[in-house]
């Protein structure tokens, strides 16, 4: 019975390259959400889909980044051009329908 | 927008004292839930409050929700030093987006 799982757990990367994230939600689970924590900080909710839709991406910025949970395979949280800004660590939940979330390990993204 | 305030930002206790964080909306909540965070990890579902004035204990953890369905409490009696961690609260409001205050890092003195 495995839970979120989110890799990889750390990654670095130069100014201007690509990260892409990879979370596969609980089994059963549907429902995927994205979150960025900056250290010394709170969650902040970045984007909710569900299978193949995107249902709300209001906390996403609108450039460079972008989410897909496709029919088949883990959801995706794709960074372009990355900048030290975007170093943080992201956290993506599963639930079933409107339900407590349960968290993966998060990714730690160090952008040099 | 929503706005999810949590006090106080930190709180350090000697192992054996009681600690407590309020959070507070500035909306009508449909639901609040608790996380903890320890050092390094990922938020853990602790609890879920749904009912106004709700109030529901986990061994030494009682969490409140107020009438107004706008503030809600932990409070952990006689702190363990596995106690230690940031303690989240995040409020549901009508849509499914979940809102997390800032956090309280609780540090036990052993």
């Known amino acids: 019975n495995a839970g979120v799982m989110q890799n990889p757990r750390h990654l670095v990367r130069r100014r201007g390259q690509e990260a892409r994230l990879r979370c596969s939600p609980m089994k059963g689970h549907s429902h995927v959400y994205w979150y960025r924590q900056l250290p010394e900080e709170g969650l902040k909710f970045m984007v909710y889909?569900?299978?193949?839709?995107?249902?709300?991406e209001s906390g996403m910025p609108k450039e460079r980044f972008s989410a897909e949970f496709p029919k088949e395979g883990p959801s995706i949280l794709r960074i372009q051009q990355v900048v030290r800004g975007d170093s943080a660590a992201y956290f993506c939940?599963?639930?079933?329908?409107?339900?407590?979330?349960?968290f993966g390990p998060g990714t730690r993204l160090t952008v040099l | 927008g929503q706005q999810v305030m949590q006090i106080p930002q930190y709180q350090h206790v000697q192992e054996g004292e009681d600690f407590t964080t309020y959070c507070n909306s500035s909306?009508?909540?449909?639901?609040i839930q608790w996380y903890k965070q320890r050092p390094g990890g990922h938020p853990v579902f602790l609890i879920q409050?749904?009912?106004?004035?709700e109030v529901k204990k986990q061994k030494r953890l009682t969490f409140q929700f107020g009438e107004a369905k706008k503030n809600s409490s932990l409070h952990i009696t006689a702190t363990q030093t596995t106690d230690v961690g940031t303690y989240f609260c995040?409020?549901?409001?009508?849509?499914?987006?979940?809102?997390f205050g800032s956090g309280t890092r609780l540090l036990v003195r052993p």
């Open positions: 939940a599963s639930s079933t329908a409107v339900n407590e979330q349960f």
């Open positions: 409050l749904v009912k106004s004035g």
């Open positions: 889909l569900q299978k193949e839709n995107i249902i709300d």
């Open positions: 909306t009508t909540l449909s639901n």
């Open positions: 995040a409020g549901m409001d009508s849509s499914y987006k979940l809102i």
